[in-house]
């Protein structure tokens, strides 16, 4: 926890008291840690006799703003410093410039930032939100709290201390009334729906029926066209080119979709295998296709919004379309998993949960990366009540990919390089990614949920000035469809560095590049990292190309970066301020650092990384 420059997210030496004992949680989330947290602020104010209701930013309306009396943010920081996709708008509404210094005067806030101090703009987001709601008049009730991926415990080793903290100074806001106890931990919190059995069984040979329901107004649905492993058969590694078509959009509007850089989510479903392994785990297998009426048991925790209110479904269309049963648990599904359990079971989930259990947890589930169908297996004689569903597991996420194509050189197709996620653990039994491999299953003509995602800083530089792009692996996807533009448009100054292991392996869209380098439309520099005795990379490359890098950026060059999160972003930095240094005739690593800060402020330097 701290307060910086930026920021001070303090508390007031006199608080102003609330009109009522209730308030709002608020989270935008990219992995879904952040709904974790707001989900565990939640239940812990509710403990206390609070009314709670707990949302993404996207289910909020700006109005509320000066409807709530209090409101607990939690907020990531994503991609390289910014905000995450979900909080852009509410974001925007904040920095509007005509907005009076004491337009929040009446609303007292926490903030809980969730970051990884080894990028540079730690935890960003919750340092400037912090900053700009002072300046707007409101109140924090208690220092802004950050959770570090970096420490020892990530955010178990803040946010439990910070949430005693919000807790013991909101308390006096509004105070309980007199006689009110708050439950005990160990008192199980009513479940979040209630379940009413409705007529009967409505699908047959263990398969629901019910077709999938999309989870954000503006997804949709299309067909998978294409579905190609581009990597050798022998190679280690499958790697798709994925095509999709999006269903009931007219020929007319098809080029108009999505732009070159834009990303492509896709939600995915959980196997047949996996959820009868789970229903099997909960000895929930006998009402797994029963049709139930679904509805919220308070107001405060509604359904998702996509789904409506009663929902009439089964148990096994939750487990397939809506809720994540493949991802590693989170400590909160320790805590309701303790609730259902006996004897040396529950002590074993108790201690968890605890401080003193931190290291076996993180033993127990992120090095292996243990899911939670694993876990739930071995812990299968705990008895959970079905109404319990929505508090034991999360939401499916979508997973977003570049999309490697530009609109009008492939009729509004859209096409992926996919990464089937593949890996070994201490586990017997390889990890596997959800998305991926549910992607990889498929055939053509296959339904697959979808949104596109044109939040990312990725575009095509306006007026086709010179370009360096940097993408080893599926991080080139992106430059295939800007490239396919940047033809269109004749901008001929393109330098691309791409990274593989072998040439004869893994090099994508090889017979695309290698056309536009024999025209004349492209320097590729390809470090293909196991193909000799020395490993090479793309950061290795680009001081063989310092002149021509120094030259495109002297005139007006943009710089993108896209790919793994985990060395490369950094190796590739290191690289270019090299550059800066010898071409650019820079005393010092400072200045070249300048530099740098400069590109990126003006929109010419651009990182699209994942973990
Ligand atoms: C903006 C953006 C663009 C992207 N573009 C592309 C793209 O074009 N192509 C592409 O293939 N991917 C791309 N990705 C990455 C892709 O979204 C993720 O790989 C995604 O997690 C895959 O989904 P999944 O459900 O199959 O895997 P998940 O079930 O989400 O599992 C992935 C998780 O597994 C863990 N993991 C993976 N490998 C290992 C390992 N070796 N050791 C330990 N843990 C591991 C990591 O925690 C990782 O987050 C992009 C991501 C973003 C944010
Ligand atoms: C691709 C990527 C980029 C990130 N960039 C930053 C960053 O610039 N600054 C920071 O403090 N944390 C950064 N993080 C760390 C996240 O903020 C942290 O993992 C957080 O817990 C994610 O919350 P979420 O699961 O709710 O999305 C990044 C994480 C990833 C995967």
Redesign the pocket.
């Given at each position: 926890m701290s307060s910086t420059s930026l920021g001070n997210g303090t508390a007031p030496n006199s608080p102003l008291p609330l009109d009522s004992r209730t308030f709002l949680v608020l989270h935008a989330s990219?992995?879904g840690t952040a709904v974790d947290v707001a989900e565990r602020i939640g239940r812990r104010a509710r403990r206390e006799g609070w009314a709670v209701t707990v949302k993404s930013v996207t289910e909020f309306n700006q109005a509320e703003l000066l409807e709530h009396g209090l409101i607990v943010f939690v907020l990531p920081t994503t991609g390289n410093g910014h905000t995450p996709p979900q909080f852009v708008p509410l974001w925007t509404a904040l920095l509007h410039p005509g907005l009076p210094p004491d337009f929040l005067e009446d609303l007292r806030y926490a903030v809980f930032g969730l970051g990884d101090s080894s990028y540079g703009k730690y935890n960003w987001v919750g340092k400037k939100l912090s900053r700009r709601l002072d300046s707007l008049g409101a109140h924090a009730v208690v220092e802004r709290g950050e959770g570090d991926d970096q420490n020892e415990w990530g955010v178990e080793s803040t946010f439990p201390g910070w949430l005693d903290q919000l807790m013991a100074s909101i308390d006096p806001l509004f105070p309980p009334e007199a006689g009110f106890t708050s439950h005990a931990l160990d008192t199980v919190p009513p479940p979040r729906i209630r379940l009413e059995k409705v007529g009967s069984t409505s699908a047959a040979n263990g398969h629901t029926e019910q077709a999938p329901l999309l989870w954000t107004e503006d997804a949709s649905w299309a067909k998978l066209v294409r579905n190609e492993r581009v990597t050798a058969e022998d190679w280690y590694q499958d790697?798709r080119e994925v095509e999709l078509e999006l269903e009931g959009v007219q020929d007319s509007e098809r080029t108009r979709l999505y732009a070159a850089g834009d990303?492509l989510e896709i939600r995915?479903q959980n196997s047949k295998e996996d959820v009868d392994r789970f229903l099997a785990s909960t000895r929930w297998t006998e009402i797994a296709d029963e049709p139930f009426l679904i509805s919220p048991t308070s107001s405060d925790q509604p359904l998702p919004p996509h789904l409506p209110t009663p929902f009439r479904t089964t148990i096994r269309y939750l487990l397939t379309n809506e809720l994540d049963i493949?991802?590693v648990p989170r400590l909160s599904f320790f805590e309701w998993l303790a609730y259902f359990s006996e004897g040396d079971m529950q002590e074993k989930l108790r201690e968890f949960c605890s401080p003193a259990g931190q290291d076996d947890l993180i033993d127990y589930t992120l090095r292996p990366?243990r899911t939670i169908n694993e876990v739930l297996y071995e812990f299968r004689s705990a008895n959970i009540p079905p109404e319990y569903i929505f508090d034991l597991l999360p939401l499916i996420r979508p997973?977003?990919?570049?999309i490697?194509s530009s609109p009008a050189s492939h009729q509004g197709k859209v096409d992926?390089?996919?990464?089937?996620?593949k890996?070994k653990?201490i586990l017997s039994v390889p990890?596997?990614?959800?998305?991926?491999?549910?992607?990889a299953s498929l055939s053509p003509g296959s339904r697959v949920p979808v949104r596109f995602?044109k939040s990312?800083l990725l575009r095509l530089p306006p007026g086709d000035p010179p370009l360096i792009m940097v993408g080893p692996g599926?991080?080139v996807?992106?430059f295939r469809a800007l490239m396919e533009e940047r033809i269109r448009c004749g901008a001929k100054e393109n330098l691309l560095f791409f990274g593989c292991r072998s040439v004869s392996k893994d090099f994508y869209f090889k017979a695309y590049w290698d056309a536009l380098e024999e025209k004349g439309d492209l320097t590729l520099s390809v470090a293909p990292s196991r193909d000799q005795e020395d490993k090479v990379y793309v950061q290795d490359r680009i001081p063989e190309y310092g002149a021509q890098i120094w030259d495109y950026l002297n005139r007006g060059g943009y710089f993108y970066v896209?790919g793994s999160s985990t060395n490369m972003p950094k190796a590739v930095k290191k690289a270019m301020l090299g550059v800066f240094q010898r071409e650019g005739g820079m005393a010092d690593a400072q200045e070249a650092e300048r530099y740098w800060d400069r590109m990126e402020r003006e929109g010419r330097l651009v990182e699209?990384t994942?973990?």
């Open positions: 990219v992995t790697v990303v995915p493949a991802s990366r997973r977003g990919f570049s490697s992926l390089l996919v990464a089937i996620v890996y653990t990890r596997k990614g959800l998305t991926t491999s549910w992607l995602d990312g599926t991080g996807a992106p896209c699209e994942w973990g």
